[in-house]
């Protein structure tokens, strides 16, 4: 029997946006103590192309080992651990929320942010918090995964963002390194003294 | 509604003959990643910092741990196996978030109502301009004798629970429409879509 075809290919826009069942959705805000008030939130766009390559090693169990390129361009190829992991700790710019200044439109090729805002006090620089992860949460049929970072600048002047990223480790045969797996534009400005928290959130849904 | 970046999940299914001549094909939207597909994400995500307490398709409770195992979804099941990979029924139960397993699996064999699970398979990863998809394909023959019909199908996946042991749970689950005669093959096949909005 011939090898079956696959569906790589074409479809109408009609069924593959009636198949689209896990959304990713953006936002920002501020925290008076321990709760979040949201500022602003809408679609995010952009999964980019590590994600399917790490997610396609997961399912086959390392059968496909094709990571794609990590965030300082070098090709990977997948070994014995763990992927996405996104848990930063305060400081850790290598996963997690990170943001840049950058503005270029997004593309499923990208694999880094196209212009990083390093950790620090210094001009232009932002101290990161340690990532938060929520428990899984329900909305309606949906379930909700939600994962913030705050961003507290302490460089003395105002801050403009321009693009978020998802970083998460992925190892490779020999180490963690670490994947672009979202990417998107954002216009945000942190005024020097000021905290902001950036909130990606995966929506899975029945459609 | 769902807004944003997109995960798209694809089903087809096609009968071909023993020869490999392909009688019909159908192709559907997914509609059911369910709960255990999110909990596990937000495993991987968290770095097991959200352990999750779900169903395995056994309906046991399960924690699910940080196994350092090198997968916590995979799906890379042998020939005759139908613990997990992708599996078919014939329960016609209107799907739900909180779906664990099938509702009526069919098993593996050459007897009454039983289908032969050949390997599943994968692809690379497939590459267009603005998307990029993950390609999971399982054939089943019908060496039984009657035609079989199933009417549900789902992907189980394999994931690190407290121990850690690996367990199975249903990661998506579809109402699916298949006539399989007997000595005809059946390919069930689905792709997952990551598309920019």
Same mark, same amino acid.
């Given at each position: 029997m011939a090898d079956p075809p696959l569906l790589a290919r074409a479809l109408s826009p009609e069924v593959v946006r009636s198949a689209l069942s896990i959304g990713l959705t953006i936002g920002y805000g501020h925290m008076e103590g321990d709760k979040y008030i949201e500022e602003w939130s809408g679609p995010a766009h952009s999964w980019v192309k590590a994600i399917a390559a790490g997610l396609n090693t997961e399912i086959s169990n390392l059968g496909q080992t094709a990571l794609g390129v990590d965030t300082g361009n070098s090709s990977r190829t997948r070994g014995n651990g763990r992927a996405f992991q996104c848990a930063a700790a305060a400081a850790d710019l290598t996963k997690g929320i990170v943001v840049g200044t950058g503005t270029t439109a997004i593309a499923m090729s990208d694999y880094v942010l196209t212009t990083p805002i390093a950790?620090?006090?210094g001009a232009g620089q932002l101290n990161y918090q340690a990532m938060v992860f929520a428990a899984l949460s329900t909305s309606g049929t949906s379930r909700l995964i939600t994962i913030t970072r705050s961003l507290q600048n302490n460089s003395g002047g105002n801050i403009t963002l321009g693009e978020v990223a998802l970083y998460g480790e992925t190892f490779d045969t020999t180490a963690y390194q670490t994947f672009c797996l979202a990417h998107d534009l954002l216009t945000l400005t942190i005024n020097t003294g000021q905290a902001k928290t950036i909130t990606y959130t995966a929506t899975l849904a029945l459609v | 509604m769902i807004e944003g970046a997109q995960v798209g999940i694809?089903?087809?299914?096609?009968?071909?003959?023993r020869q490999g001549k392909l009688v019909r094909e159908e192709i559907r939207p997914g509609h059911s990643?369910?709960?255990?597909?999110a909990a596990i994400l937000n495993n991987l995500f968290s770095e097991a910092g959200q352990l999750a307490t779900i169903q395995d398709t056994g309906n046991v409770a399960r924690t699910l741990a940080s196994g350092n195992q090198a997968s916590n979804l995979r799906v890379h099941a042998a020939a005759a196996?139908? #613990? &997990?990979?992708?599996v078919l029924g014939t329960g016609t139960n209107a799907i739900a978030m909180t779906d664990y397993a099938l509702q009526t699996p069919i098993a593996e064999g050459t007897g009454s109502g039983q289908l032969s699970h050949l390997a599943v398979a994968f692809g690379p990863i497939g590459v267009a301009t603005t998307a990029r998809y993950i390609n999971l394909?399982? #054939? &089943?023959?019908?060496?039984?004798?009657?035609t079989i019909s199933p009417t549900e199908a789902a992907l189980y996946v394999q994931s690190a629970y407290t121990g850690p042991v690996l367990g199975i749970f249903c990661a998506a689950r579809d109402i699916i429409s298949a006539s399989v005669d007997a000595g005809q093959l059946l390919v069930v096949q689905y792709q997952l879509v990551f598309s920019l909005t």
């Open positions: 950790e620090g006090v | 694809l089903l087809r299914t096609a009968v071909y003959t990643f369910v709960v255990a597909f196996d139908a #613990t &997990f990979g992708i394909i399982r #054939t &089943f023959q019908n060496n039984s004798g009657a």
